[in-house]
Each structure stands twice: as structure tokens, then as C-alpha cells.
């Protein structure tokens, strides 16, 4: 199984809202299309007898998550102290962050859109190149309706006190303190001990991952079953 793109791109670009879609397009199918496909081609001539499955992403943000806890969790995600959060998160603020929350779930479709897109190119182009069917794409189950801070979300949300409702947090906690200034300074890599801590927040919750796990056995089965593609 394979997947790949949005740590190249990273969710912050994607769904940033002073970014361009044309930027956006291009990456997508540079890590999405093209290298997928090197990926695919490396790996089916490595293991010529498995079947290869490409697992497709979700939605991130829907017109069903919330505004205020949109911008609850980037506020998280900055470190912002949490006694003046009501200062920039409020009724009155929250109109003006409306047209961001507009267009950070548009960009999000683009990333879905064309990321299960190039998937499916990077596949058939495969396929077509050693004259079989040896990869397929699984498409994520997953919803925008079921996207972040959802009342039917399937992805681990942000709880009360910058919290994320992952089993793992309490030990990420403890664990991003101690290895990042060490990544640090082994590597030069500066990457934020907070962004580090919620890192669980926006990925499939456990009910997300028995969805994605039972996608990716449907079509597997398929494949035992009838040898079909």
C-alpha cells in the first residue's frame, strides 16, 4: 500500500488561503502524478507479483466545519495564549474570517479532487506501461461531510485545552520536548514542539481508519475474489 503527496506539499499550503490554485495544481501533479508514479514503477518491479494499492486522501475542511473551531485549532497550532483567544476568536471577529474559511475549504476540494485524480493517472499509466493490472486506487470513504471538527467527523478533532482527542497525545507531549531540540540540533530541522504535539488533529480517528481499512479490503477482496482489478 501507498500513499504520498501532502507531506511534500504540506496541509498548511494547501489549504492556505493567500495561496494560488495555480501553484496548488502543479504541485499536485508534480507529487501526486509524476512521482506516484516512479514510486509505482519502482515498487511493482521490486515485488512484480503483489498487487499494489494507492490509497486516496480525504476532504480536510467541509462547509460543515465550524468556523469557530477552525480557527480554534489554528490558533492552536500557533501557540496562541489561550486567555486571549476570545479576543481573535469571537462573534464579531469570526465574520471577517469567513471569506478565509471559504476559501481554505475550496483549496481543500482542489486537493482532493485532483489528488485522487493523479492517483488514478498514475495507475492506469502503470498499468498501461507493463501491459497489466497490478496497481489499483482506493478512494478514501470519507466525506466532507465527515471532515474536520464535523458533528459526524471521522478525523481526530481538537479537545478542551488545545487537547487533541488522539489515545497518544499525553506520550507525544512528552516525546516532541525531548527529540525535537535534539533533531535540532543533530540536523538543523527547527520544527515547532506545539505543531509536533497535535500533529494527531485533521487524521482519520478510529472510526475513520475502520472506514479506510474496510475500503481497502473491499477492493482487495475483489481482487482475491475474481482476480479483477
Known amino acids: 500500500m501507498l500513499t504520498g503527496g501532502i507531506t511534500d506539499i504540506t496541509v498548511a499550503k494547501v489549504?492556505?488561503?493567500?495561496?494560488?490554485?495555480?501553484?496548488?495544481?502543479?504541485?499536485?501533479?508534480k507529487y501526486c502524478g509524476d512521482h506516484m508514479y516512479d514510486v509505482l514503477e519502482h515498487a511493482a518491479a521490486k515485488f512484480p507479483q503483489a498487487t499494489v494499492g494507492v490509497i486516496g486522501y480525504f476532504p480536510m475542511i467541509g462547509p460543515k466545519t465550524p468556523g469557530g473551531r477552525l480557527l480554534n485549532g489554528w490558533l492552536e497550532s500557533m501557540s496562541y495564549p489561550r486567555p486571549l483567544k476570545p479576543i481573535v476568536n469571537n462573534v464579531l471577529t469570526r465574520q471577517f474570517f469567513k471569506k478565509i474559511r471559504k476559501k481554505g475549504i475550496a483549496r481543500s476540494r482542489i486537493w482532493f479532487e485532483e489528488s485522487n485524480r493523479n492517483f488514478q493517472e498514475a495507475v492506469d499509466r502503470l498499468n498501461a506501461k507493463i501491459g497489466r493490472r497490478q496497481a489499483i486506487?482506493?478512494?478514501?470513504?470519507?466525506?466532507?461531510?465527515?471532515?474536520l471538527e464535523t458533528k459526524d467527523t471521522l478525523l481526530f478533532r481538537m479537545g478542551k485545552k488545545g487537547r487533541v482527542e488522539d489515545a497518544l497525545y499525553d506520550e507525544r507531549t512528552t516525546e516532541c520536548r525531548k527529540a525535537l531540540p535534539e533533531l535540532k540540533k543533530t540536523t538543523g530541522i527547527d520544527y515547532p514542539v506545539r505543531l509536533c504535539e497535535i500533529a494527531a488533529i485533521g487524521h482519520p480517528?478510529?472510526?475513520?481508519?475502520?472506514?479506510?481499512?474496510d475500503a481497502i479490503k473491499a477492493a482487495l477482496g475483489r481482487v482475491l475474489r475474481t482476480g479483477q482489478l
Open 137 to 147: 486506487f482506493i478512494r478514501s470513504p470519507i466525506t466532507e461531510d465527515q471532515s
Open 205 to 213: 480517528n478510529p472510526a475513520g481508519s475502520r472506514a479506510i481499512a
Open 15 to 29: 489549504l492556505d488561503p493567500f495561496g494560488r490554485n495555480e501553484w496548488l495544481y502543479s504541485e499536485i501533479k
